[in-house]
T-cell receptor, first 114, second 115 residues
């Protein structure tokens, strides 16, 4: 069963515009959410996270929004830059379970066009 | 610190052979995770260690897979009698214990091809 879903396999935006990547989850026990970025031939790189006690977290051009009632989170990148072109993974964890293991979505490939 | 390192970066093996991968985590991190990623999918959890103790194994980890972290530092993942379905990217990650900082830092991965 896919507990974390990224329903858009790809997204293309123009440089300078906003990129919005979406993620849905099904497990109510998840209380910590992360976004990772992955370039080809590299491991995933941590981008930003959010705890379930918050509904927004911002770090520079990156903002993550969490809607617990809808079990939905999104990553906003403003303004988008060509260097942001990569695969973005949403991940969730149940910190209360104390394992820390991450459950990943399938990924969304973002292409930012100059 | 240079981050998480994994060796080898690529491994091609014939079906039925055994392979072993190594992961060196960030030195201050006491948790170490192994994940497997296949094409078009996100990483899937395999197992994790806190210090030298292996605390959880996924049902994805068949009896042919074994992982160790003998001194709580580096870890090895061995696959015995490899099958073509084992072809994947094997990723290692490390972190502080969950609840303090949940972020996991990944290595570059070992790409396994079983022919």
């Amino acid at each position: 069963d896919q507990q974390v879903k990224q329903n858009s396999p790809s997204l293309s935006v123009q440089e300078g515009r906003i990129s919005i990547l979406n993620c849905d989850y099904t497990n109510s026990m998840f209380d910590y959410f992360l976004w990772y970025k992955k370039y080809p031939a590299e491991g995933p790189t941590f981008l930003i996270s959010i705890s379930s006690i918050k509904d927004k977290n911002e770090d520079g051009r990156f903002t993550v929004f969490l809607n617990k009632s809808a079990k939905h989170l999104s990553l906003h990148i403003v303004p988008s830059q060509p260097g942001d072109s990569a695969v973005y993974f949403c991940a969730a964890s149940a910190l209360s379970g104390n394992t820390g293991k991450l459950i990943f979505g399938q990924g969304t490939t973002l292409q930012v066009k100059p | 610190d240079t981050g998480v390192s994994q060796n080898p970066r690529h491994k091609i093996t014939k079906r039925g052979q055994n392979v072993t991968f190594r992961c060196d985590p960030i030195s201050e991190h006491n948790r170490l995770y192994w994940y497997r990623q296949t094409l078009g999918q996100g990483p899937e959890f395999l197992t994790y260690f806190q210090n030298e103790a292996q605390l959880e194994k996924s049902r994805l980890l068949s009896d042919r897979f074994s992982a160790e972290r003998p001194k709580g530092s580096f870890s090895t993942l061995e696959i015995q009698r490899t099958e073509q379905g084992d072809s994947a990217m094997y990723l290692c990650a490390s972190s502080f214990a969950a609840g303090v900082l949940g972020e996991q830092y990944f290595g570059p991965g070992t790409r396994l091809t079983v022919t």
